[in-house]
C-alpha cells in the first residue's frame, strides 16, 4: 500500500505477502497512523510472480480535525491558559494566541506536541477575549476563542 499527500510522489505504508494464490477476491485492511488532514492519496502496488507490477486506481480519503480532540482551558482564564492536544501528540505543530486586534500574544513551537497539557501564561495580558490557533504541520489550522478575567 502506498501513501501520498499531493498524489504525486508515493512512499510505501505497508507490505503484505498474499494469503493465496486465487484470483478470488481478498480483504486487507491496514491504518495509516500518519495521515495528513485534508486529502490523502492511496494505492496498492501489486507485484506479480514474474517480476512484473501493476498500480490499482488511486482512492481519496478525507481526514478533518475534530474540534473536540482539543481542549482549551479554564475558560474564563486568570493567570494560566492549558491546551490539551492528545489526540495529536508527536505531531509537529505551532500554537500562536492572538488578540482581538490580530497581535501575536504568545507563540511556542513544537517538533512533537507533547501529551499533557501545554501551558501559556496570561498573567500579562489585558482582560478580553482571545483566540489560540493551532497549526499543524503547515497543513492544517485550529482556532478556538477563550476569555482573560481579571476579577
Do not use: C, W
Not at 508515493?10 to 486465487?22: A, D, G, K, Q, Y
Amino acid at each position: 500500500v502506498e501513501h501520498s499527500d499531493d498524489n504525486v510522489e508515493f512512499r510505501t505504508i505497508l507490505e503484505e505477502v498474499s494469503i493465496s494464490n486465487s484470483t478470488e477476491y481478498i480483504s486487507y485492511q491496514t491504518k495509516d497512523t500518519e495521515a495528513y488532514f485534508g486529502a490523502n492519496y492511496y494505492r496498492v502496488k501489486e507485484f506479480y510472480r514474474d517480476g512484473t507490477f501493476a498500480y490499482s486506481e488511486v482512492r481519496t480519503v478525507e481526514f478533518t480535525l475534530d474540534l473536540s480532540e482539543i481542549v482549551v482551558y479554564p475558560n474564563p482564564a486568570t493567570d494560566r491558559l492549558n491546551v490539551l492536544v492528545k489526540e495529536h501528540e508527536g505531531r509537529a505543530a505551532t500554537i500562536s494566541i492572538n488578540n482581538v486586534l490580530g497581535q501575536k500574544m504568545a507563540e511556542q513551537q513544537f517538533d512533537e506536541l507533547p501529551g499533557d497539557a501545554i501551558n501559556f501564561s496570561v498573567s500579562d495580558f489585558q482582560a478580553g477575549v482571545y483566540s489560540i490557533t493551532i497549526d499543524f504541520e503547515g497543513k492544517k489550522s485550529v482556532t478556538k476563542l477563550f476569555v482573560v478575567s481579571k476579577l
